[in-house]
């Protein structure tokens, strides 16, 4: 009887280890299926935001045979609502970057810093909220020297002291979230900054008929009488607004020929953002499309997840 007992014993200890055993493999499995599924989706996904890249840069070719000008009102500005792809949906939209301020043109040729450019960032950070001396910390990390610019400028001896150290760019940046690197910027902060700026090669102009209303209020000082954001709507619904016309019957002769320069009504740079859902997985793509001249475009950067 004794024996018995412990055959049974033993055989109920091996069906459970069995069916323990079982269970682990079956999630282990089930697991793996998952992860597999995921990633041949997000494989999908990625391929489906390159085709739509592509489409994006054809139709800014396109824009450029047929126009001298960009504005909200062409082709290109009109984002493409939800359209089906195999097992899910992708959503675009495109943006002219030249309708924000370029955080690179804080700086001259030279490496040294534009004095004008500042001037105008420290104009719309006030538009926006911000705190205006976030313009010359920006400019001390762009320039190519080491030494703080006066009051609010920081150098390598500000940010070798933070944890972990690094080092100013003391060149131009690529992305704007290189503004979380100086020394006391916020989230908050930053969020306020960042649909209002960019991160492009030295010397592109603002445009005009895409900048939002606080960058147009704060191309000169004084302001300007572009800087309603519903009179900007509705006057953009058919064409360009402000044109360069506009603002040079607004403004002195003596403002308008120190504005000229730095803005137009065209651009070259935008900003492609595909979004691509298949199953559970989602995958978002910011592509920066540079445009030449006869209206060939290229990728110069793209960034997964984040702008």
């Known amino acids: 009887m004794r024996q018995r007992g412990v055959a049974l014993i033993m055989a109920i200890v091996m069906v459970a280890i069995a069916t323990v055993l079982a269970v682990r493999i079956g999630t282990r499995a089930s697991l793996d299926t998952r992860r597999t599924a995921g990633l041949i989706a997000l494989d999908q996904g990625w391929h489906v935001a390159l085709g739509a890249e592509a489409w994006a840069i054809e139709v800014l070719r396109k824009d450029r045979e047929d126009s001298e000008t960009d504005h909200p009102a062409e082709r290109w500005a009109q984002p493409i609502p939800p359209l089906p792809v195999d097992g899910g949906a992708v959503r675009g939209a495109l943006e002219d970057m030249q309708g924000r301020f370029n955080l690179n043109n804080l700086l001259l040729d030279d490496g040294t810093v534009n004095e004008a450019a500042v001037k105008r960032f420290e104009r719309l950070l006030e538009k ?71 991160a492009l090669p030295l010397g592109t102009k603002i445009n005009l008929c895409t900048a939002s209303a606080p960058l147009l209020a704060a191309l000169v000082e004084g302001g300007t009488d572009f800087g309603d954001t519903d009179s900007l709507v509705a006057n953009r619904r058919t064409g360009c607004f402000p044109t360069l016309d506009d603002v040079k019957a607004t403004l002195s002769n003596e403002d308008f020929l120190a504005l000229q320069p730095v803005i137009s009504e065209s651009s070259d740079w935008f900003r492609a953002v595909t979004a691509v859902s298949i199953g559970t997985s989602e995958l978002t793509l910011y592509s920066l499309i540079e445009r030449n001249d006869n209206g060939s475009g290229r990728t110069v950067l793209r960034s997964t997840g984040t702008e």
């Open 128 to 198: 926006v909220g911000a705190d205006r001396r976030w313009a010359r910390i920006a400019a001390d990390w762009l320039d190519s020297d080491t030494v703080p610019g006066f009051p609010d400028g920081a150098e390598d001896g500000n940010y070798l002291s933070q944890n972990p150290p690094y080092r100013a760019a003391n060149g131009p940046v690529t992305t704007i979230t290189e503004l979380m690197a100086l020394p006391g910027m916020t989230i908050e902060e930053y969020l306020r900054i960042r649909p209002y700026v960019a």
